[in-house]
């Protein structure tokens, strides 16, 4: 959810009173356009050293980017981000033996689209699949976990391991969460939610990774650091605790995009995946 200024939200908080029905047009619209179609310029340098690539997804061209040998590791970006923010963690798996694939999502990087959803980003997710084989793994940071989650519960890929960095819980619990913290209403965080759910064509309460969590074989690994703003820590804790097996890590004062570039998360991975 884009952060919004204060005379923003007031507007906003009005609008869900007096035209609750134009509120919800525009902030539905607002939830599934990327204001940006990446965050960060770094990671671009081990990007330009990789095979670009194009495959098929589901509301246009998706870009790639994949290298090295051994397993096949994909990599799933979050909201308004691309491949570059995982580069890090993904150079040091390619080197420690493993096929990278980056993948930037519906209209975000280099990918066709200018509206999508996590149903896309799962979506292209089993496009990816259908292109480069099926994945060992997926390595995942926030909404691009709960894409990956879809994409294996609904048979598009069906990785072994799956490393979640900052993940969302649920769609509900996150829009919530988000909403409150920059001052919407309750009834504007409800108006926001009904008109997702019925944007996205099912129930909301179908988005959440803890539900479909006790039904997952991939190994997993929840990262996730304590001083994270976007999503809170507790997340990655209740998710573990459903998911069999699963193993979670948390980080001292690292925020939402720091799990993206700190060494000791990148060994944590790497001890996971070994």
């Known amino acids: 959810m884009t952060q919004m ?3 923003a939200i007031l507007m906003a908080n009005a609008a869900a009173w007096i035209a609750p029905q134009s509120f919800t047009r525009k902030a539905v619209s607002a939830f599934v356009t990327p204001r940006a179609r990446r965050q960060s310029e770094r990671g671009r340098d081990f990007l330009e050293t990789l095979a670009r690539e194009t495959f098929p997804g589901p509301i246009g061209a998706q870009r790639a980017y994949a290298g090295g040998d051994g397993p096949t590791l994909f990599f799933m970006h979050g909201w308004e981000a691309d491949s ?19 993948i930037d999502g519906p209209a975000h990087g280099e990918s066709e689209g200018r509206k999508t959803s996590m149903l896309d980003f799962a979506a292209g997710l089993g496009a990816a699949a259908q292109a480069f084989g099926a994945p060992h793994g997926v390595v995942a940071h926030s909404m691009g976990c709960p894409s990956t989650v879809i994409a294996t519960a609904r048979g598009l890929i069906a990785p072994q391991v799956f490393v979640a960095l900052a993940s969302p819980r649920s769609l509900p619990e996150n829009v919530e969460f988000q909403g409150r913290s920059m001052g919407l209403t309750r009834r504007a965080v409800r108006l926001m939610l009904d008109g997702i759910e019925k944007r996205l064509g099912e129930p909301i309460e179908h988005f959440d990774i803890a539900r479909d969590a006790p039904a997952m074989r991939a190994r997993a690994l929840f990262v996730h650091g304590t001083g994270d703003q976007i999503v809170r820590a507790q997340s990655s804790h209740d998710i573990a605790q459903a998911w069999p097996g699963a193993e979670v890590e948390f980080y001292d004062g690292l925020g939402h995009r720091g799990v993206l570039r700190n060494p000791a998360v990148t060994g944590r991975i790497l001890s996971f995946l070994r």
Request: zero cysteines.
């Open 5 to 7: 200024p204060k005379p």
């Open 84 to 102: 570059a923010d995982l580069a890090t963690h993904a150079e040091a798996l390619m080197q420690a033996g493993y096929r990278v694939v980056l």
